[in-house]
């Protein structure tokens, strides 16, 4: 079993509520990760695109992973600006442009991306 947040297989845990959940993950992916029951079905993006080979992270420029997991996130507008969760987050995009300025790196667009940024679990501070 594959892991939703890494990636990679040997992932065992399930302990999802919802009925029909197919979430599989590592113990220490989640822990990580810090999701919990609340959260867990609101780190999945509901846009069904996978990442052209060589995409690269519109943040940091560097690659990101072949298809959509936890770490890797694409604009729900466009569809072609992708970027890894850290770097949107932890990098210092969110914290930094606040929730009247975070836009989408390429397209701009303001609110259905900072919506989509809300519900994947990013924080946006009020400035």
Request: proline fraction near 2%; aromatic fraction near 6%; charged fraction near 25%.
């Given at each position: 079993q594959c892991c939703f947040i890494c990636g990679?297989?040997?992932?065992?845990?399930?302990?999802?509520?919802?009925?029909?959940?197919?979430?599989?993950f590592h113990l220490p992916c989640a822990k990580?990760?810090?999701?919990?029951?609340?959260?867990?079905?609101?780190?999945?993006q509901a846009v069904e695109m996978t990442p052209e080979p060589d995409t690269k992270c519109l943040i940091c420029l560097e690659p990101?992973?072949?298809?959509?997991?936890?770490?890797t996130l694409v604009c729900p507008v466009?569809?072609?600006a992708w970027f890894h969760r850290?770097?949107?987050?932890?990098g210092g995009q969110a914290l930094h442009t606040g929730v009247l300025s975070l836009q989408c790196p390429l397209?701009?667009?303001?609110?259905?991306?900072?919506?989509?940024?809300f519900?994947?679990?990013?924080?946006?501070?009020?400035?």
């Open positions: 990679r297989s040997g992932a065992t845990i399930t302990s999802c509520y919802e009925t029909d959940c197919g979430l599989i990580e990760a810090g999701l919990s029951h609340s959260t867990l079905h609101h780190t999945e990101v992973e072949d298809r959509k997991t936890f770490n466009c569809k072609t850290d770097c949107i987050q932890a397209c701009r667009n303001k609110q259905e991306f900072l919506v989509d940024m519900l994947m679990g990013i924080r946006v501070p009020f400035r």
